[in-house]
């Protein structure tokens, strides 16, 4: 009962302003003075009630969402409602209610057509009379009403001049005349004075209504009139005077209602002939005016087996068809309905043992028990997902000895990261006018970048930078092979032929002996046949090689493949240092080319990877653009410092993501 979310507490909180409100418009009404205050907060407490009503409706649906439907069979209950009991249970009221319509309908119909049947009797009554009229020539003042029958029947000679000023010749129907409604026939017969007009007129009374409620059962005619429609017409022919005492009466006098009753409802035909009341209106006019008025309702009750007896003169065979029909399309629905039922039953039965099975199953393997299997006893769907549940344990049973094996390699990575550390330079040696300081950062556990200062003693050093094809162990160990071949060569007395500078397939003989300098261009032609003899084809590498004589300021070096190095000099201006040749281990016999370079003081040598310049964002990539001026910045702080705000600053260009490559950077400065 303690609201734990914003909709729950917010909900409280306008229920609670309701309860205060109330409170205080209660203790307001005692106040006979604060009446007016009471009823001005009437208006909020509405407004307030409507608001927490409104999230009481939400949080409501949430709670029956939550809680109710958390179970399968509550939900698929709700579903079978849904999709069966709901559209069952409209059709049948649309059906109850069109056919409740329909016959108030056929009801109305046949009581006003019994009306009409009336009307046309009158008529011919009427004609009849004229017809008598002038076989006897008789004077039609003095023809007799009785001498041509209908009930109630009375016959008036209207003179010319006489009627209403909108009667012709040849009317009938229902008319309202003095307060009253009667049937009337209008025809018109020559006179020697003129033509005149015989009127047969029958009063819409009990007896007539009777007639009319003979064949269908209890009617009741109902009559709305106003008196000051019924006496506008006596306004015009009055003075002025009487017309002002006739208006005062009309608006005095209140509309009068006539209601007439007549007729009983038959008695049923079967048990399921029920009673049903209709009704409508019945158009008249207005014997005055002549204008058409439907201010009389027609009303009644009867039953359906009447309608139906009245629709069909064979009423007594189609009503047996029909009840058979109506009996056999219920029973016939109702065998429906339950075996619909029924398979409904058993399908919630299976889903729901078979959802219970799997949540059963899953509680013990939320325990850590994966050997539960579910009994598969059917073949179907359902039965198919518990087999593949059980696949699935087997599965994660699989995957935790995978997973312990992952993490038995994962161990061995470490050992090999550390391993791969101890192949980088742990101390930083430089010579007296030479900085030296590297980096590398791996994107994996181990990396596929090489870096490596060789030391000539005090007066020379060497530099190496590399970047090995490929990501994760392979590259490691090429990259092992290569700093090991490295230091070899370093420490192999080398030949020197006169004044040759490139050291090739067909420049290798030697005449003189001498222990001279490591060649950068001649170790590269090394390690390329190396690696080309002793790794799969695809394998190389890219590799820069270079080594600073103390004495002159010079660095001499060869670049295989790899990004050019850049020297940055103090006023800004940049060197790159492309010369030497394609990658190593790539091809059998290649030749590379060195040269010699001076550095000046406050020159920077930069020595980077793809690592450093590649990486991007929506801006594009970081560039060599960006690490110049990274390093021109801090140029004047250590090299260490330099070199974590040239990291921090491809860092912050890749963001958030994982880092893409192996990062490394060499710098070296001259004092």
């Known amino acids: 009962m303690i609201p734990r979310t914003r909709l729950a507490r917010m909900t409280l909180y306008m229920a609670a302003m309701e309860a205060v409100l109330l409170a205080f418009q209660l203790v307001l009404s005692l106040f006979k003075a604060t009446t007016v205050a009471a009823s001005a907060l009437s208006g909020w407490i509405v407004f307030l009630g409507w608001v927490a009503c409104i999230l009481l409706f939400f949080l409501s649906l949430r709670w029956f969402r939550n809680h109710v439907m958390w179970s399968v069979r509550n939900r698929l209950i709700v579903t079978y409602l849904f999709i069966g009991g709901l559209p069952v249970g409209l059709m049948a009221v649309m059906a109850f209610g069109s056919g409740y319509v329909l016959a108030q309908h056929l009801a109305t119909f046949l009581a006003v057509s019994e009306v009409r049947v009336q009307e046309q009797r009158l008529a011919s009554a009427n004609l009849a009379a004229i017809e008598e009229m002038e076989r006897h020539k008789a004077d039609p003042e003095k023809i007799s009403a009785e001498r041509v029958p209908f009930a109630g029947r009375t016959v008036t000679v209207l003179k010319p001049g006489e009627a209403p000023a909108w009667l012709k010749n040849g009317f009938s129907g229902l008319v309202y005349d003095n307060d009253k409604f009667y049937l009337r026939a209008v025809n018109s017969i020559p006179t020697p004075r003129g033509p005149a007009l015989v009127v047969s007129s029958v009063p819409f009374d009990t007896k007539l209504l009777a007639l009319v409620a003979n064949k269908l059962g209890s009617l009741t005619l109902s009559s709305i009139v106003n008196f000051r429609a019924a006496n506008a017409g006596d306004i015009a022919a009055n003075d002025d005077q009487q017309a002002d005492e006739t208006i005062a009466r009309m608006k005095q006098a209140p509309p009068r209602n006539n209601i007439i009753t007549a007729g009983t409802v038959p008695a049923p035909q079967r048990s399921l002939d029920w009673e049903f009341r209709f009704g409508g209106l019945i158009q008249s006019t207005d014997w005055r005016t002549g204008e058409p008025q439907t201010n009389l309702f027609l009303s009644g009750s009867t039953r359906l087996s009447t309608v139906l007896a009245n629709l069909s003169e064979s009423m007594s065979f189609w009503s047996g068809i029909i009840g058979v029909v109506l009996a056999g399309a219920a029973i016939l629905f109702a065998i429906v309905v339950l075996v619909a039922l029924l398979i409904g039953v058993g399908l919630t039965r299976k889903i729901t043992y078979s959802v219970a099975n799997l949540y059963k199953a899953t509680q013990f393997i939320n325990r850590g028990d994966f050997t539960q299997r579910i009994e598969v006893r059917e073949k179907d769907q359902l039965a198919a997902l518990q087999v593949s549940f059980n696949s699935m344990t087997d599965s994660l049973q699989q995957l935790i000895a995978e997973q312990k094996e992952k993490e038995r390699l994962q161990s061995e990575l470490e050992i090999a990261h550390e391993v791969q550390a101890q192949l980088f330079p742990r101390s930083i040696s430089g010579t007296r006018s030479l900085e030296l300081f590297g980096i590398c950062r791996p994107a994996r556990i181990v990396s596929g970048d090489y870096y490596d200062f060789l030391a000539y003693g005090p007066d020379q050093v060497g530099i190496a930078v590399g970047d090995i094809s490929g990501k994760g162990i392979s590259a490691a160990l090429l990259m092992a092979t290569i700093h090991s071949a490295v230091r070899a060569y370093e420490q192999q007395e080398l030949l020197s032929v006169g004044s040759a500078a490139v050291y090739g397939t067909h420049s290798r003989t030697a005449t003189v002996m001498a222990r001279v300098a490591p060649s950068p261009a001649q170790m590269l032609w090394l390690l390329n046949r190396h690696l080309f003899q002793s790794t799969q084809p695809e394998k190389y590498a890219t590799l820069f090689l270079g080594f600073y004589d103390e004495a002159k300021h010079q660095l001499t070096y060869a670049n295989a493949g790899h990004l ?64 110049i001026e990274a390093i021109s910045t801090y140029r004047d702080l250590p090299l260490e410092r330099i070199t974590e705000h040239a990291v921090s600053a491809v860092q912050d260009w890749i963001g958030s993501i994982e880092q893409p490559d192996d990062i490394t950077l060499v710098l070296a400065r001259r004092i």
């Open 564 to 627: 050019p190095p850049i020297v940055l000099s103090k006023n800004g201006m940049v060197r790159r240092l492309e010369t030497g040749g394609t990658v190593v281990g790539l091809f059998p016999d290649c030749d590379y080319e060195e040269e010699t370079v001076e550095l000046y003081p406050g020159d920077i040598f930069i020595a980077f990877s793809d690592g450093i310049t590649e990486p991007e964002n929506e801006f594009g990539e970081f560039g060599e653009d960006r690490l």
